[in-house]
């Protein structure tokens, strides 16, 4: 089982449509997450942090199911600029060296094409 | 604002020619990141830095050295280069506290074919 897992997509969805992402991660002691947003070619982004009880920027809503383990990325009024592909992001805390450099274990991404 | 820079942006190698990738970063982050990226598999860690003097090996390490020369940069050599390494290279860097994780910043990326 891969230690983070995403729905690879397509997602093709109309503009001003709402659409959510899962992710699911496989430690149970993982206590950082994170969504980044990478568009073709260029670098990945960060887009937001993932807190315990939840949290919104904008039209951007993450949460956290620790019980499950999985974290969700839900988009409103999707938007054109909003294609991209979005990464599900979780530390290991497995390799941590001298407790201070947990890594970051990437998802694959999810792809998102909002039409106009 | 540079945040993390990387050089080059693109090189074209044969098949045996060796090259380092640069990457700097000016956060003064303590931690440091080579990744990286092939259609279809995700970004996959290839070594990293958890500060000044110290490397790690990362989840796909054969074919490429390291060396962290200071605070701020973070070199990636290819010593014989094999069409397998031909990837899209990302470096990245962010702050590690015991108490929490802080998102990574990535460079632009390097774009490296081998021929």
């Known amino acids: 089982r891969k230690e983070v897992e995403q729905d690879p997509g397509p997602f093709n969805v109309p503009e001003g449509a709402t659409v959510a992402f899962n992710c699911t991660y496989s430690?149970?002691?993982?206590?950082?997450f994170f969504w980044y947003r990478q568009d073709c070619r260029k670098e990945p982004k960060l887009l937001m942090s993932v807190y315990s009880s939840g949290n919104e920027d904008g039209r951007f809503t993450a949460q956290l199911n620790r019980a499950s383990q999985y974290i969700s990325l839900l988009i409103r009024d999707s938007k054109l600029s909003d294609s991209a592909t979005y990464l599900c992001?979780?530390?290991?805390?497995?390799?941590?060296?001298?407790?201070?450099?947990?890594?970051?274990?990437f998802g694959s991404g999810t792809q998102l094409t909002v039409l106009p | 604002n540079a945040g993390v820079t990387q050089t080059p942006k693109f090189q074209v190698l044969k098949t045996g020619q060796s090259m380092t990738l640069q990457c700097a970063q000016d956060m003064n982050h303590n931690s440091m990141y080579w990744y990286r990226q092939d259609p279809g598999m995700g970004l996959r860690l290839i070594y990293y830095s958890a500060s000044e003097g110290t490397t790690d090996k990362g989840e796909v390490p054969n074919g490429y050295n390291v060396s962290r020369l200071n605070k701020r940069e973070f070199s990636l050599r290819l010593e014989s280069a094999a069409p397998s390494q031909t990837s899209v290279y990302f470096c990245a860097s962010r702050q590690t506290l015991r108490e929490s994780d802080q998102p990574q910043h990535f460079g632009d990326g390097t774009r490296l074919s081998i021929l």
């Open positions: 430690n149970s002691a993982s206590q950082s």
């Open positions: 992001v979780v530390n290991d805390p497995k390799h941590e060296v001298g407790g201070s450099a947990r890594q970051l274990t």
